[in-house]
């Protein structure tokens, strides 16, 4: 739902009935003004949502017809500045806590990375992040689909990207050193077009790691 950030979620929910969608990805950004395109959007307030909140949701979703196959939320948890970093982290629990809530299998996010370093340099915060956040998905019984889209768009991106997770020789990696069966991928195959790869090799070896309802419902599923 970040391409319908004007919409409410009533609103999002009638537009993916009507554009003939099955499920849709529904943005839990904190409240608050965007810092580019895409972020910012929040069409579930994680922040503040409990049984009851959690409840009415589910009935105004189930209403539409539609279910929710993630909640999503794509912020930075490697920033290089550490306490930015913990804004992130922290919200990302709180969106897997909201998932759990909610009954939604799956959140989607980025890894992260301080693009000034290198992967090798990057790899120790990544370890010391994601570790327990991934621990903290498995108490919860929900799956982290973790995007490959580079984030080295803008001048302040540059050179490394603000995504580590962004080739097959990093994935490997990644799966090696934190093996959970809930840690995978939320396909995008526009990214590897867009880096020249064979989207389809990469999709026959980590289709077991794709975490998503899109495996399920197939192309009806594809609303963010």
């Given at each position: 739902s970040a391409i319908l950030p004007d919409l409410s979620l009533d609103e999002v929910l009638a537009f993916g009935k009507a554009a003939g969608y099955?499920?849709?990805e529904l943005m839990c950004w904190p409240a608050g003004q965007a810092d580019r395109r895409y972020a910012g959007v929040t069409h579930i307030?994680?922040?503040n949502l409990d049984a009851s909140a959690a409840a009415d949701l589910r009935g105004r979703v189930e209403a539409s017809g539609l279910s929710?196959?993630?909640l999503g939320y794509y912020p930075n948890p490697l920033a290089p500045d550490l306490a930015e970093a913990e804004i992130y982290v922290?919200?990302?629990r709180k969106t897997i806590a909201a998932a759990?809530?909610?009954?939604?299998?799956v959140v989607?996010?980025?890894v992260g990375r301080d693009w000034t370093r290198?992967?090798?340099d990057n790899w120790p915060r990544f370890?010391?992040?994601w570790t327990p956040l991934i621990q903290f998905a498995d108490d919860h019984g929900v799956k982290i689909g973790i995007e490959n889209c580079p984030m080295l768009f803008t001048k302040d991106e540059w050179p490394g990207g603000k995504n580590l997770a962004t080739s097959p020789k990093i994935w490997r990696r990644m799966f090696s050193d934190i093996p959970s069966p809930n840690f995978g991928l939320n396909f995008d195959p526009s990214h590897f077009v867009w880096q020249q790869m064979d989207y389809l090799r990469v999709l026959r070896e980590f289709a077991p790691r794709l975490r998503s309802e899109e495996r399920r419902v197939g192309k009806e599923c594809r609303s963010r």
């Open positions: 099955r499920c849709v307030d994680v922040a929710i196959s993630g922290s919200h990302i759990k809530l909610l009954g939604v299998p989607n996010t980025f290198s992967v090798d370890l010391s992040t």
